[in-house]
Every structure is written in C-alpha cells, then in structure tokens.
C-alpha cells in the first residue's frame, strides 16, 4: 500500500501534537511490511509521516519539488530532511529547479500519482497560496485517488 501525505505546516503546539497522534493511529492500521509512504519530507506533516511509517517498519520514498527545495525549508529542519531523504528508499524528482509555488504543486502531482491513498493534515479550508493542501487534495480528487483528511476536530492552523 502506497499512501501519500500532504499538509499545513507551522502548526501551533496543541494542533501539531494532536496531528502527529492522528498520524500515528493511521500508520499503526497499516500492515507495515506493505505500507511505503510517499512524502516530500518538508516540515510538519510530511516529514511526522515518514518518521512514522520509518518507525512503523514500513519503507519511504521522497518526492523532491526542486533542486534547491532543501534550501527554502526552515534551517531548523534541514537535519530532519537530510536523514529522511538517506533512508529513501527511491527519489522521484520534477526537473525544476526553483522552489516555487508550481514546483511544489508539480512534486505533489508527482506524489499523487504514485499513490493509493493521500492522508491530508488539512483544515478543508481553501489553500492560501497556489500549491497549497487544499490544491493537493482537489488534484487527487479529480484523479481518483482516495483522500483521508486527518484533523482534529475545533483545531485551528
């Protein structure tokens, strides 16, 4: 089972520690010797769901928007996606190099398509800029592919 992850990222500590617990519970009902988690291992969710599924004993594939991705990423978290991105277990790349808006929506695309199911950390609010969950999860829509939103109830990014 390939399941992909997108979602908000900079989240407040309550909201944050009530979504990894809501990513927890999905990878524990998976069985982990089938399960590959497609993320983009950005900060927040993406990376929280590669950890699991790593810890789970499931396997990791990464999805890299752009060549300098890794350089519009917050510092603190650079250390995260370096080890994340060495237990990939295969890369799938855009071919674009900047880190902008259509990039992380064409690293999406490509993660969507690689996928059986798509876990969204989202607060079924529109997308605040191109490329955003909301743009994520509408794209699976169209696709066919099943999207399972994991927010918890009366949280607010």
């Not at 927040?44 to 350089?71: N, Q």
């Not at 695309?109 to 800029?129: F, H, N, Q, T, Y």
């Not at 955003?132 to 918890?152: F, K």
Request: glycine share 8%; net charge negative; hydrophobic share 40%.
């Amino acid at each position: 089972m390939r399941v992909g992850i997108t979602g908000h990222r900079a989240l407040g500590p309550d909201v944050e520690e009530r979504v990894h617990a809501l990513l927890d519970e999905a990878v524990n009902g998976f069985d982990a010797a089938e399960l590959v988690a497609v993320s983009c291992i950005a900060d927040g969710p993406d990376s929280w769901f590669a950890e699991a599924v790593l810890k789970h004993g499931g396997r990791l594939d990464a999805v890299i928007p752009a060549t300098d991705y890794r350089e519009n990423l917050p510092d603190w978290h650079h250390p995260v996606y370096d080890r994340l991105l060495s237990h990939a277990a295969d890369v799938h790349e855009t071919g674009m190099t900047e880190s902008t808006s259509q990039a992380h929506q064409a690293g999406s695309e490509i993660l969507v398509g690689l996928v059986d199911e798509l876990l969204a950390a989202w607060d079924a609010k529109p997308a605040r800029s191109y490329g955003g969950t909301a743009d994520v999860v509408a794209y699976a829509e169209r696709t066919g592919i099943p999207v399972r939103v994991l927010w918890p109830q009366d949280a607010t990014r």
